[in-house]
């Protein structure tokens, strides 16, 4: 049976792949085993005449031994080499260290902490929470009840015993007014996951949560506060609001950046509207603060929350959300 040949190949492999002392060893051996006419590459011509399933499932087990393989030729290779180099040389105090490569800060935690540097400048305060919530604090304490429609807004992804993938930021709203007494500013940054993909939608991606809470705070603070962010995040860039609806504030706006890409003539980026969606905002609902135990009487407040990865989309130039996480060293090194 192949499948057992395929197994046999494996341990064949393995025990191989121990043997390998030098250079030349590790030529011989990539060669027996991925070269063009190697015995991996053999097998996987041997399926051509198995059926769909099963070319599938054997193909795949091939292919995983091949990568597997390919990856720790390279460290293999270069465990040779330098040992080789030691060899050389001999022993040499004298001699400057080795220079490893230095990685570089991921371009979205780059832009979080540029966003918590200008909000901490602003008098907030940072906090984190968890991203498996349950339905309380990320749709009931937020006026969404569960015969609410918005809460197909969002669409989720549920786990086992009623818990979830937190869907948005927000349930940091009511952890902190619950932890906290009043007045208070706070900025929440983390992951949130929705089931949504296409090039402006990735199904796990960053948000940061503002909430900012005293006794005259108002609708002009918060447009206020959102100019400033813009403006110090992108330099002189067109800004626009659109009223918009989120249950747990009333009135509810969404802030549009300019698109940077087609300059406001419309692409395939901004979906042709010219501007990219960047945050929701609005006033805190009452029913928020009576969730909380917070008089509605005494205490006014304001909540943002920012699409991470619609920034850094906009202050790189970069036309689609999936190459943030599909880790190409290139791109990443670009950002040294
Ligand atoms: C919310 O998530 C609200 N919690 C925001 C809010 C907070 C409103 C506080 C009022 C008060 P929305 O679903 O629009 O809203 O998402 C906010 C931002 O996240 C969007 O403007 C967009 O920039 C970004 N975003 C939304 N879905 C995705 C996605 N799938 N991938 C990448 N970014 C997304």
Redesign the pocket.
């Known amino acids: 049976m192949i499948s057992e040949e395929i197994e046999k190949l494996e341990k064949e492999v393995w025990k191989d792949f121990q043997k390998i002392e030098n250079l030349y060893h590790l030529e011989d051996f990539r060669i027996k085993y991925l070269g063009k006419k190697g015995k991996i590459n053999w097998y996987l011509k041997q399926l051509k005449d198995f059926s769909l399933e099963e070319k599938k499932k054997l193909g795949s087990i091939l292919n995983q031994i091949k990568e597997e393989l390919e990856t720790k030729l390279k460290l293999k290779e270069r465990e040779i080499l330098l040992k080789e180099e030691d060899k050389d040389i001999g022993l040499d105090l004298t001699l400057p260290g080795r220079i490893f490569p230095l990685g570089t800060l991921h371009p979205i935690t780059k832009i979080i902490e540029e966003l918590c540097e200008i909000f901490l400048k602003l008098g907030f305060e940072i906090i984190t929470g968890p991203e498996i919530e349950t339905e309380y604090y990320n749709f009931t304490a937020l006026n969404i009840p569960d015969w609410h429609p918005a809460r197909d807004?969002?669409a989720t992804f549920y786990l086992k015993n009623g818990a979830l993938l937190r869907?948005?930021?927000?349930p940091m709203?009511i952890r902190a007014m619950l932890e906290r007494t009043p007045p208070l500013r706070i900025i929440a940054p983390g992951k949130?996951y929705?089931c949504?993909?296409d090039i402006?939608?990735?199904?796990m991606?960053h948000?940061l949560?503002?909430?900012m809470v005293d006794k005259d705070v108002n609708f002009s603070d918060l447009k206020g506060i959102l100019i400033y962010f813009a403006k110090e995040t992108f330099g002189e860039i067109k800004v626009r609001f659109r009223p918009?609806y989120?249950p747990?504030?009333e009135p509810?706006l969404?802030?549009d950046i300019e698109c940077v890409m087609c300059k406001g003539r419309g692409c395939k980026v901004c979906g042709n509207a010219g501007w990219?969606?960047?945050?929701?905002?609005?006033m805190?609902h009452p029913e928020v603060f009576k969730s909380v135990n917070y008089d509605i009487n005494m205490w006014q407040g304001?909540?943002?929350?920012?699409?991470?990865?619609?920034?850094a989309m906009i202050k790189y130039g970069i036309d689609d959300?999936r190459i943030f996480f599909e880790n190409h060293l290139i791109f990443l090194e670009s950002f040294k």
């Open positions: 807004m969002q869907t948005h930021t927000s709203q949130v929705r949504d993909a402006r939608h990735s199904p991606f948000q949560e503002g909430l918009s989120f747990f504030t509810s969404e802030m990219l969606e960047i945050l929701g905002a609005g805190v304001f909540a943002f929350g920012l699409g991470i990865e619609r920034i959300i």
